[in-house]
């Protein structure tokens, strides 16, 4: 990405349909619909790095081996979960990679993949978030 990556991930960010903020320098918010119900991800430029995390589920809803599977499945991104038991998917992408495709690409398998996982775990209605 010729130039400051943040003029082109911001340029991009604003483009996207949902709900886009700057929250701070080289920190961006994306809100977006999720299997029924919002989805708030934060992007943010660390360490030559794009990252970008979101809070999937609350607790008790998704078995660790279920997101054992998925983490060898999905590029780039990866399940965690809190002391708590709530899930989050997280990423990192080169910084040198980005590009609006790649940006695409990134935070689309980012949503389908919290997407899925939240299918997995049942009805919007049984969710606790």
Known sequence: MAGDPRTAIDAFIAGLDGETRRV??????????AAGWPIHIGVAIRDGLLRAQAQVIGADRIAPHDLLRWNRQIPLLR?????EGEVWIQGDL?????????????????????????EAAGPVAAAAD
Not at 24 to 33: K, L, M, S
Not at 79 to 83: E, G, N, P, S, Y
């Open 79 to 83: 399940f965690a979960h809190t002391r």
């Open 94 to 118: 080169p910084l040198a990679a980005v590009d609006a495709a790649e940006l695409d690409r990134f935070l689309g398998l980012l949503v389908l993949s919290a997407t899925q996982a939240r």
């Open 24 to 33: 701070a320098f080289a920190e961006w918010g994306i809100t977006v619909d």
